[in-house]
Nanobody, 121 residues
Framework: QVQLVESGGGLVQAGGSLRLSCAASGSITSINEMGWYRQAPGKQREVVATITSGGRTNYADSVKARFTISRDNAKNTVYLQMNSLKPEDAAVYYC???????????????WGKGTLVTVSS
């Protein structure tokens, strides 16, 4: 019913920048909360940043002032601008969207397949 396509991961040197995108398509009535999560090898998945439908944002302490989450409602897309990347930011990054789906009661959460971010020191 809803498909998510992530892009923007890759290899970057410490101090560099990357911009992740996650575009949703399908039977979407509206998208409520959008978020980015990450999972490093051997660690649990953790929240990186979230943004509500009203534009209110929340960040993990480890990325505040370096990462910026934003959304384009017309494109059903959420972005994560990552600056001043550190080796400890290396992980698989996943988008997570809370979607109101046509003909479905309630909100459904969808995960992207993940995009790998590698940061070399």
């Amino acid at each position: 019913q809803v498909q998510l396509v992530e892009s923007g991961g890759g290899l970057v040197q410490a101090g560099g920048s990357l911009r992740l995108s996650c575009a949703a398509s399908g039977s979407i009535t509206s998208i409520n909360e959008m978020g980015w999560y990450r999972q490093a090898p051997g660690k649990q998945r953790e929240v990186v940043a979230t943004i509500t439908s009203g534009g209110r944002t929340n960040y993990a302490d480890s990325v505040k002032a370096r990462f910026t989450i934003s959304r384009d409602n017309a494109k059903n897309t959420v972005y994560l601008q990552m600056n001043s990347l550190k080796p400890e930011d290396a992980a698989v990054y996943y988008c997570n969207l809370g979607v109101t789906v046509r003909d479905v009661v309630g909100m459904v959460y969808y995960w992207g397949k993940g995009t790998l971010v590698t940061v070399s020191s």
